[in-house]
């Protein structure tokens, strides 16, 4: 059961990731990108991680996305930019190197660790000598988990990504607020 | 994977036939009933809106003309298929599912009846079985729902933008920037009553609601309520809201394409939304299947079991607010754009944030026992200084702008 | 089981060390306080949110001060995720005062270009507030937040001339690639946690130190490093920094080539001491080839710039392999302690003199209205103070003795031998090649400067606006002290401090 949940969601998010890199049309790509995003909400959900799973989907899937397909919609990109016209040759060649070389690297790093001693399950994450089993025995535990984590360990960090936010919104308004006539040409 | 399910103790142990056999039959009874509810909601409003429009309304088809929307289906069942010249095919075929898929799926995690009395956390006897009426209840129940409705506006989205056509993408762009932007309300004035519950999970919170006064609804303050439902007519666009489609200008909205099959899925999910989120409304502020209860007197319907009366209690509510749905569409105007997001982002958004805040210092003051009278006033008074500083900044950037500044 | 809705036992609530947490919550506050003040203000008195926020950068240098003066010992937050050490403290004084400097450079360019004034003090105070977390964050969470919390609102700065082409291409380029290389430092930190089991540093640490390193520690530990080698703008990471530099207004320019690059490289010092000093056959042949090309290349490159502001850019880029020069040999010998005092050492010295540089070349480009390096010409003749002040930080640059950089440069190479091996000495050599190198364009630019006429002909003085008058002073200022009395600061680098303080 286990592993026919794991394949099938590994199987999305393969395959919508490959979707978002080869599809041409961006909204096919967006679209292969949802894919993905609820693979990987899905193993989330076997993890017994619901609330990040429900998180996955509101956030990313519910909001991002769409704001991606707006943007899309609204600029009316509706066919690709063509992207045969090369300004550095060299660029794609390399690119594919890169990325053959750092899958090889990837592997390798994953079949080498297959032989070593597994981790403590979860050493970092408990809350207050609460294990996995009775984290995980508890309906809401999941909940509660998370909210120690949140609250407790990372308070710090935690409350200073709403700084981020004011940052996300007061740069979105910059940049987006139509510009003054020039008064006066810029200094170098 | 047992922990997911583990809630429900006809799922609880090993895996048997006759619990499959149970849940299959609530997948069953879930799907025929939504579908069949739908169908009773179109003639429904048809017959309520013609009533206050001194009309008579559907009157052929059957007793009352209740048959008429099985007649519109039939009708539109034969229409021919078309398929546009410049849609993008795929997405095109595809949008009408994502809209119709989730409106279906929050059945699964509402609590449509069940024993809630005397401790009793909504279990009843099935078969020999401790069940409940209720496909499944994941511990982030209300979670889901949000998630769901948010995959929602793909559907109306890729409609418009697949259909190739600039009416039905105008609508689409419309219902997109609608939907986003009342959702911000709707999750905020839904946190007021996590915050209250103290669960996600539907069940959690139906069991905390066992008498009037614990009713959410008043538990919440009622502000929470009116900004749901509000947003809730919006995220359905439904009037006075449904610009999505407003005939006059925009034809048909984002299925102006669609016809045949495909239109009547756009048109099954509709109603079907309306229904579900009445669902929603009731389970999370009126106490889903708990009977009215006032202080220790409690409504018993005679002649009626525990196990069922839930279910009926559940539907009644529900009814209630399908009325006021098409209440809502008989009586108010449509607004207009800059209205539409005015009200979401300038009005909605900051009340419901306030007023969440405020629930929040109140619950902090209780947990830490400081004076009730001086927490509410401390967090009125930081709540005034900021709507303060909001109004200032809009004045002082409104007459900005009046000296030239561009903005 | 049934119908249970368990409640997992309370978790504590965390104990808070206010006084602690001081700097960062003065500076929480503070920008709440500007956007609220930005937002009152009418268009033509937007000029106050700079002087407010010089007095919030002021504000919370003050609990900066306290805490070196009162507190004396180590204090550990939430379960030692967040640290404030000597270390943290000097390094925090450090981002506070960049900023401010930063704020007095930018007041006039704001002003007399008609560009948004609010908005870019409040994204600049949250940039110094994530450099300021940056020096306690003592877990993978805190810096990744931290780096995001500086980076995101330099992107925006960079291209703060947004009816500029090359400003936008300043911020284009520096988002892409600065975002790019923060993925990978987020997939290099969940291998990392994957394969420890912790964000923390020190169990890290202990979980790297007790056994063989595995496949997927060493990809996390490289992925890591190369995410930072990207924001202190390390070659081959460094593609973006000259376009960049160059395209911004200068203010930021001066604030992305030393409080950036500074928090960049307390990243990197703090993950090398304390998350894995057992690791260095991963990071020092990594950190080597990464150090000898930053000074290698970036010198090249500068040597062929005609663009005073690209000259500067890629001679920040060498100057950063200088830093990173100790870095590499964290774990050998008894590098450790020389090594921690050179970075330290040379972050602030470097500081410093960059910015005072660049206040210089803003304040000759209010009347030039150039940016090439023969607009430098004759400079002596109508703007000597200006002059002297130039010719005082390009020497310092170059580590020409008895000013900051000489000390900086000489603490580097001093770590590097007490290395004692051979890897080391051959370090040293490309080093001390790459001076002789580095000399020549600055030496360059002081011939321009003394020798040369001006190119126009024109001698009218320069008038230098009382803040950037300001600026220079106290950049002169620090870059003559530290020449002088580096023991002022050496104090605070005290890596018994940094490593023990989450032993116990």
Known sequence: MQLVVFVIASLMVLVGAVGVVLRRHPVHAALSLVLTLFGVAVHFVAQEAHFLAAVQVIVYAGAIVVLFLFVIMLLGVDSADDLRIERLPIQRPLAAVMGVGIVGLLIAAVVATRGSEPLQAGAGINVAGVGIDDAVAGHDANITQLAGNLFADYVFAFELTSVLLIVAVAGTVVLTRREKPPSEEDAP | MTGVLAIDPLLFGELKWMPLVIVALKVLVIFVVGLVGTMFMVWFERKVIAGMQNRIGPNKAGPFGILQTLADGVKLFFKEDLLPDRADRFVFRLAPFLAFVPAFLVWAVLPLGGDYR??????????????????????????????????AVYGIMLAGWSSGSKYPLLGAVRATAQMVSYEAALGLSLAAVLLTSGSLSTVGIVGTQDSLSNWNVVATGVVPFVIFVIAATAELNRPPFDLVEAEQELVGGFNTEYSSLRFALFFLAEFMNTITMSGVIVTLFLGGPQPLAIGDWTADIPLVGNGLEGTIWFLLKLLLFLYIYVWFRATLPRLRYDQLMDLGWKVLIPISLGWFLLLAALRLGRDEDWNVWLVAGVSVAGLLVAAVVMFGAMKVSGRNRQQGAVY | MIGLVAQVGDWPTPVVDWHALAPELVLIAGINLVLATDLLLEEGRKWATATLTGFVLLGAFVPVVTLAVIGGDVRALFDGRYVIDDFALILKALFLLTGYVVVLMSQTELEEGGYYQGEFYVLLL???????????????????????????????????????????EAGVKFYLLGVFASAVLLYGMSLLYGATGSTRFDEIAASLASGDLIGLQIVGITFVIAGFAFKVSAVPFHTWAPDTYEGAPTPVTAFLSVASKAAGFVALVLVIFTAFPTADGVY???????????????????????????????????????????????????????????VVVYLLVYGFTNLGAFAVVIAVA?????????????????????????????????????????????????????????????LAVVGAVNTAIAAAYYLRVMREMWMNDPPDGDRAPIVTPAPVATALGITAAGTVVLGIVPGLVLRFADLQDLTGALGG
């Open chain 3, 284 to 342: 020092g042949p990594l950190v080597w080839v990464l150090a000898a090309l930053t000074m290698t290349v970036g010198n090249v490159i500068a040597l062929r710039q005609t663009n005073i502001v690209r000259m500067l850019a890629y001679s920040s880029v060498s100057q950063g392999g200088f830093i990173l020069m100790p870095l590499a040999f964290v774990n050998s010998g008894d590098a450790a302690e020389p090594a921690l005092k050179a």
């Open chain 3, 126 to 168: 949250c940039s110094v507030l994530g450099m300021v977390m940056m020096t306690s964050s003592r877990d993978l969470v805190s810096v990744f937040i931290a780096l995001e919390l500086l980076s995101i609102p330099a992107y925006m700065l960079a291209a703060w001339r947004k009816r500029d082409r090359k400003s936008n």
């Open chain 3, 366 to 426: 209010r009347k030039t209205r150039s940016g090439a390096i023969t607009s430098f010409g004759g400079l002596i003749s109508y703007a000597p103070g200006l002059t002297v002040l130039m010719t005082l930080f390009l020497a310092s640059l170059a580590g020409i003795p008895p000013l900051g950089g000489w000390i900086a440069k000489f603490n580097a190479f001093k770590a590097v031998l007490d290395a004692g091996s051979g890897s080391g000495y051959a």
């Open chain 2, 118 to 151: 005397d401790g009793n956390r909504g279990l009843v006897e099935w078969f020999g079985h401790a069940t409940r009426v209720q496909l499944a209840d994941p511990p982030v129940g209300i979670l889901l729902v949000l998630a769901l409705s948010s995959i």
